[in-house]
């Protein structure tokens, strides 16, 4: 999963703040990457597999959104309100009999 991913809030760019939407081990604690109240904890779960003319096509939620909701408490003894970003992705990879799978790099296989 140590692929680039760039940003995971684009909301953020015109500022010049970038969140990364570098992949992170799962995490059972709050845990956010973000400031001002925005819940950013890319954590990959793998939901689908799918083939398209040869090719794999894995579409990985990320867990965080399950974790922050949408403007829920941080803490249930908190008034803080935390906006949750999630930042899945969708990959495609081409088959090879003689190399395996090769992964896309910008939108190419």
């Given amino acids: 999963m ?4 760039g940003c995971a809030d ?3 760019l015109g500022i010049g703040n970038c969140f990364s939407a570098a992949w992170r081990p799962w995490s059972k ?3 956010t990457i973000g400031t001002d109240q925005r819940g ?4 990959p779960w793998l ?3 799918a083939f398209d003319r040869g090719n794999l096509i894995l579409g990985l ?3 965080s959104g399950d974790q922050f909701g949408n403007f829920t408490l941080d803490d249930p003894n908190s008034s803080t309100r935390i906006y949750g970003v ?3 992705d969708t990959l495609r990879s081409s088959g090879n009999l003689a190399n395996g799978w090769t992964l896309e790099s910008n939108s190419r296989s």
């Fill in 29 to 31: 604690v709050f845990r």
């Fill in 10 to 12: 684009s909301a953020q």
């Fill in 40 to 43: 950013i904890f890319p954590q």
């Fill in 61 to 63: 939620r990320d867990r």
């Fill in 2 to 5: 140590n692929y680039p991913r």
């Fill in 47 to 49: 939901t689908d597999i």
């Fill in 86 to 88: 999630s930042a899945g």
